[in-house]
């Protein structure tokens, strides 16, 4: 009796998997991007009230959460305020080196970007999160393809969409993304690329290049629009690829991208 | 028409709150689905015959927040809105005789299936060679018992708020419908 398999809920059930395979094969992204954008537009201000409200209740149950660990907490500041008073003088001389290294090797300081501060009013719910969403869209100047950074010129990803209103962030750690890199100290250059949001990967170095523990990872500044000499992240472990012609880094990035409130989208370098 | 306003700004604000509450809330991966919640809440109560048109809104609206390809979600939540009613038909003789207790466990059921549906599928679209930039965590840690627990808790926090207003909107159907024939 086929009848009483063929239910007219298992028809509507399978007609609803049939078209939304269809959707998802042919996928027709742009088909859905003015849907999309009526819909991030209209939720704009709310996200940013739940966005900004979230962060303080969460804020405040992190407060709660640590009461208990106070008094020990307090000990243990005073002991490392002491010390870091005294670090204090050493990174200021650190510092000026710093900037004068920086400026050797060519790294593009802060004051040469055109940047465009933006929020971040939500995220990937997903494990490993690996997009971000900003209250900046096309309406301030926002272009897809466009670096994001955070202070200090640390490089976290770019525009992969953008809205009247909002735009959404690709993530280094985004399977995704891919940035020419280079070793900041030894100078050799590779692919960056997320795994799939676990990490991010200095691929594609050749076998003669030498990759050190420690060393930063900086953008090459070749082949797209991203500006030379900003900071990804420090190199945690070295490997071989399987087939041996190529090393590959992991990379420990330099802010937690879960943690980020304020952003910093590059909209040109000014000459 | 007011009932069908109501329940798109409800999926709307679920969506919203998804996105940019929950994140900031609840460590990487334990972030709750509040849209499917309500999914499942909606088929446990009139079955998959009159919810499937909420859970294709629902599961299209989470694609347009999640950045998603159009349909991913409408295709998890069909299936789960499909097994839920499945489930709930066979659980139950009437609605009146269902108790909170077989709700959460279809509410966990539904939050199991549909972490297992969508590592599914994004297997099968990393098999296609789609790049369709959808990462999910491994679908069987100790994280997703705790993901489940976590979705049954907002599942038993909107069940009155969402039953209030089951009635609210029935009984404002009623008025409207009687407005319409004695006018």
């Known amino acids: 009796m086929p009848r009483k398999y063929l239910s007219p809920r298992l028809i509507k059930l399978m007609a609803i998997l049939a078209v939304c395979s269809l959707l998802v094969f042919l996928n027709p992204k742009q088909a859905f991007s003015p849907l999309r954008n009526f819909f991030l537009t209209a939720a704009y201000p709310f996200q ?12 405040t149950m992190e407060f709660l959460g640590s009461i208990s660990n106070l ?12 010390s870091l008073i005294s670090e204090i003088s050493n990174l200021r001389q650190e510092k000026k ?7 050797q090797l060519g790294l593009i300081p802060k004051k040469k970007f055109d940047l465009e501060a933006a929020y971040v009013i939500g995220q ?73 949001g676990l990490g991010v990967l200095l691929d594609m170095v050749a076998q003669t290049d030498v990759l050190n523990v420690g060393d930063e990872v900086v953008t090459s500044g070749l082949g797209s ?47 | 028409m007011f009932q069908k306003i109501i329940i798109l700004l409800i999926i ?12 900031r809330l609840f460590p990487s991966g334990l972030s709750p689905e509040i849209v499917l919640m309500l999914v499942i809440f909606w088929t446990s109560r009139d079955g998959f015959e009159k919810t499937w048109p909420k859970a294709v809104l629902s599961g299209f609206m989470l694609d347009l927040f999640y950045f998603w390809p159009a349909g991913t979600n409408i295709i998890a939540f069909a299936l789960v809105s499909y097994g839920v009613g499945f489930f709930a038909r066979r659980f139950t003789i009437s609605q009146k005789n ?14 199991a299936a549909n972490s297992l549906i969508l590592l599914i599928l994004a297997k099968i679209y990393k098999g296609l060679g789609l790049e369709l930039g959808i990462f999910l ?17 907002l599942f038993v926090m909107i069940y009155w708020p969402l039953s209030g207003l089951e009635r609210f909107l029935s009984f404002y159907g009623k008025k409207s419908m009687q407005g319409r024939f004695f006018k």
């Open chain 1, 48 to 59: 940013k009230i739940f966005y900004i409200l979230s962060k303080k209740t969460g804020d």
């Open chain 1, 71 to 82: 008094h020990a907490e307090n000990e243990r500041l005073i002991k490392e305020n002491s």
């Open chain 1, 97 to 103: 080196e710093n900037e004068n290294l920086r400026e």
């Open chain 1, 124 to 196: 990937d719910p997903q494990k490993f999160g690996s997009w971000l969403i900003i209250d900046k869209g096309t309406s301030s100047g926002i272009e897809a393809g466009m670096p994001v950074i955070v202070f200090q010129g640390i490089i976290i990803g770019r525009i992969s969409e953008a809205y009247l209103t909002s735009s959404k962030i690709e993530l280094l750690t985004n399977s995704l993304s891919s940035i020419n890199a280079s070793d900041s100290e030894t100078n050799s250059r590779g692919i960056v690329r997320g795994e799939f």
């Open chain 1, 225 to 271: 629009d991203v500006p030379k000499g900003l900071l990804i992240g420090k190199i945690q472990e070295i490997k071989t690829t399987q087939d041996k012609l190529f090393q590959q880094a992991l990379i420990v990035p330099s802010v937690r991208y879960s943690n980020l409130e304020t952003v910093f989208v590059i909209k040109k370098s000014i000459n």
């Open chain 2, 12 to 23: 709307f604000f679920s969506a919203v709150i998804q996105v940019s509450v929950f994140p």
């Open chain 2, 98 to 111: 269902m108790g909170l207790l077989v709700l959460l466990l279809l509410s966990a059921m539904g939050s």
């Open chain 2, 137 to 153: 965590p491994d679908f069987w840690n100790r994280m997703i018992f705790l993901k489940i627990l976590i979705d049954m808790l």
